[in-house]
């Protein structure tokens, strides 16, 4: 595997921009975000991008997103428990946006479908649990770089809207290799 200059991280020939196993030994994939939170903030994305007012059949969601139907009702659903989109029954049903997608967090969707961000249960403002493997969290190496990594998540999800998202501001476009591992 050729080493990309200007990333720490070692990449197979080749590689398109894709996922890349966790190890070339194991063969795994690795995905940060669940297809659940994936499809969950494309529905969201995809309702912002055809209006404030303007009601979307699942069907159509699913069709242009290219989400499995039945799932996509599910989070739908849990979307709307959330106060997040409302739906409309009838011949001109569908779903819509409770609110602005200014007012619309990556941080709030994931959190929804997802639980807390945290990447330790130690770290999590919302689900607290101290961690089976630590005996002491003031002295532990690991939830102090871990919660390094929650602080910048949060900063990030928790300030970037879906309207942020559809006027191109989100992060700016980086160099894939370095994003990996």
């Given at each position: 595997m050729p080493?990309?200059?200007?990333?720490?991280?070692?990449?197979p020939?080749?590689?398109?921009?894709?996922w890349l196993p966790c190890s070339p030994d194991r063969g795994?994939?690795?995905?940060?975000l669940s297809l659940k939170a994936q499809y969950a903030l494309k529905a969201v994305i995809a309702l912002a991008r055809n209006g404030a007012d303007e009601v979307q059949l699942t069907a159509d969601i699913a069709e242009t997103q290219a989400i499995?139907?039945?799932f996509l009702e599910q989070i739908l659903l849990d979307l709307k428990h959330n106060g997040v989109v409302v739906s409309r029954r009838g011949k001109a049903g569908g779903y819509m946006l409770r609110k602005s997608p200014d007012?619309?967090?990556?941080?709030?969707i994931l959190r929804i479908v997802e639980g807390p961000l945290a990447p330790l249960?130690?770290?999590?403002?919302?689900?607290?649990?101290?961690?089976?493997?630590?005996?002491?969290?003031?002295?532990?190496?690991?939830?102090?770089?871990f919660a390094k990594v929650a602080e910048a998540n949060r900063a990030i999800l928790d300030n970037t809207t879906i309207a942020d998202c559809l006027k191109g501001q989100g992060l700016p476009e980086s160099?894939?290799?370095?994003?990996?591992?």
């Open positions: 080493y990309n200059a200007g990333s720490p991280f070692v990449v020939a080749g590689w398109s921009g894709g795994t994939e690795t995905h940060v499995p139907k039945k007012l619309i967090t990556f941080g709030e249960p130690c770290l999590s403002r919302t689900a607290y649990r101290r961690c089976d493997t630590c005996r002491d969290e003031a002295s532990c190496e690991i939830r102090r770089v160099n894939p290799a370095r994003l990996v591992g």
